[in-house]
């Protein structure tokens, strides 16, 4: 606001005497609500630094690090003034939390300069940054169903403390807005939940088009906090981090935005409202109806649970569930530290890091113990068939082969949907003899999926074949296992000729 006041100056007429908060310093104004009845207000002081360098400037009472006023300036400045606030009344909550998000990032990037030798620090400011970028991804998917919101929960959800899940969306949602609109999973273009988060966050693959949504708030926080982890921590933490984002993200996001080229929801033709993308893992939802029963409505599980929800299976829902129930509550604990609170942490933890920094608990933890489900995407009479005979080493296997096959069929799909156009092809081969370019997204780092699949899938048929023969001997039943290998032959049958097809091919 200071700026666009300024700037009027800059390229037109008019006299800065006759605005306070450009020309005089430090003044005093009747206020009744004052116990002293005066209010003390300033402005940036053109009037003296004219008189004593010839030309009119700032006096010290900006941060041009972070772009702020300096303390304790900063609550008397004119403008910060109510009425230039009501000015802006339409979006002045959005730039502000906007901006302090932006803050923080840059707040966290200079923390990790400043413990840049001590790696605990560092491990807890990557994980800052990762919980801020979802929870401004969050912020901005409510933001953009604002209308939908009702009165009551609105600040919650515009604050990023909402899930996203179907029952927490439908409960700070208008009773006019529900039910939620969700998309038809077997007409979607998009089937892989991998095109869908490389679309939603990606910068560098040249083959999405974003029109109107390329900046949003979330997309620059998530590309500063990976250019800062970056240049503190290198290529491979930097790549690490992203990995952990993206696999927190499918953990616990489970109703998600279907973009288009020219926006950020897709709206549904008959109603007008957005229509949601819905992530399902039939393991995960099995395991919370088993343990959990049905919906648990406005009571969502603890954000430690998230840690140990499995991270593959995940896509779109082939059975009659149509969505995840439940819901988990936001990683939001070092987000919402106070500033001050956080610092302390962080000298703490260098304090007795420098005392016995080969201790143990500096060392770097191994990878939480994700839940194995053996119910994996797929028919639902396997799902039924596989709950009657449990535990075996050839179900298991013909289970492993199934979700193999399902996620190599989804992202072949989705290579075949996102090949780049005429348009872009120098540039995808410009980018890809980079070899010091992020590969951030869809088709090169989709293939590389497929063909560790296509290795996974040869690798385990013959131990398949082996179980099954072994234990049909066993338990002296010729047709054991029948119901899996009846799904499973055709579709081998296809990935190998699919095989045969792409070797012949030049």
């Known amino acids: 606001m200071m700026f666009l006041r300024c700037l009027q100056f800059s ?6 005497q006759r605005v306070s908060g450009c020309w005089r310093d430090v003044w005093f104004q009747p206020d009744a609500r004052r116990t002293d009845g005066l209010r003390r207000c300033e402005g940036l002081g053109f009037q003296s630094s004219k008189e004593k360098y010839g030309y009119a ?52 990037h200079r923390w990790m300069e400043e413990f840049s030798s001590i790696p605990p620090c560092l491990d807890l400011l990557a994980e800052f940054l990762r919980q801020l970028s979802l929870c401004v991804f969050r912020k901005d998917v409510f933001l953009q169903v604002k209308r939908l919101l009702h009165p009551d929960h609105a600040s919650r959800a515009l604050a990023g ?13 208008i009773k006019g807005a529900q039910p939620l609109q969700l998309l038809d999973q077997r007409r979607i273009a998009v089937k892989s939940v991998d095109t869908i988060f490389a679309w939603l966050w990606e910068w560098k693959d040249g083959r999405f088009d974003r029109k109107g949504w390329k900046d949003k708030p979330y997309r620059m926080v998530y ?4 250019e800062a982890v970056h240049q503190i921590l290198g290529k491979d933490r930097a790549r690490e981090w992203k990995k952990a984002l993206k696999t927190s ?7 998600l935005p279907y973009p288009h ?7 549904s033709k008959d109603t007008g409202q957005e229509v949601w993308w819905s992530n399902f893992n039939a393991g995960l939802y099995e395991h919370y109806r088993q343990w959990y029963g049905v919906s648990r409505g406005g009571d969502p599980f603890p954000a430690e649970y998230i840690k140990h929800h499995p991270t593959t299976g995940w896509g779109r829902s082939s059975g009659e569930s149509q969505y995840m129930e439940n819901a988990m509550e936001p990683e939001m604990d070092l987000v919402r530290l106070p500033e001050g609170e956080f610092y302390e942490k962080l000298l703490q933890i260098a304090d007795q890091f420098s005392q016995n920094p080969d201790a143990p608990a500096w060392k770097r933890k191994a990878p939480q113990t994700v839940f194995r489900f053996g119910i994996r995407i797929g028919d639902e009479s396997l799902l039924k068939a596989q709950r009657k005979a449990k535990g075996t080493v050839a179900q298991d296997l013909c289970m ?28 995808v081969l410009l980018a890809a003899c980079d070899t010091e370019d992020e590969i951030t997204s869809d088709e090169e780092s989709i293939a590389n999926r497929r063909d560790r699949l296509a ?13 099954v023969t072994a234990e049909r001997k066993q338990y002296r039943w010729p047709l054991l296992h029948s119901v899996h290998l009846k799904h499973l032959e055709p579709r081998l049958q296809r990935f190998k000729i699919a095989g045969t097809q792409a070797g012949d091919s030049p």
């Open 400 to 427: 492993r082969m199934i979700q193999a096959l399902d996620e190599y069929e989804v992202l072949g799909h989705s290579g075949r949907m996102l090949r780049p156009r005429k348009r872009h092809r120098r540039q």
């Open 455 to 467: 290795a996974n899938i040869l690798e385990l048929e013959p131990k398949m074949r082996v179980a």
């Open 261 to 267: 080229s020219n926006g950020f929801m897709r709206r």
């Open 223 to 226: 590309q500063q906090s990976f």
């Open 11 to 16: 390229y037109a007429g008019g006299l800065l």
């Open 161 to 173: 403390e909402v899930p996203l899940s179907y029952d927490s969306i439908s409960g700070v949602f």
């Open 249 to 255: 993200f499918l953990q616990s996001h489970w109703l």
């Open 57 to 108: 400037w700032f006096l010290d009472k900006l941060n041009w690090d972070t772009m702020t006023f300096r303390q304790p300036s900063a609550q008397y400045m004119m403008f910060n003034s109510p009425s230039m606030q009501a000015a802006f009344h339409a979006r002045y909550a959005q730039i502000r939390d906007v901006r302090l998000d932006f803050l923080r990032v840059h707040q966290a």
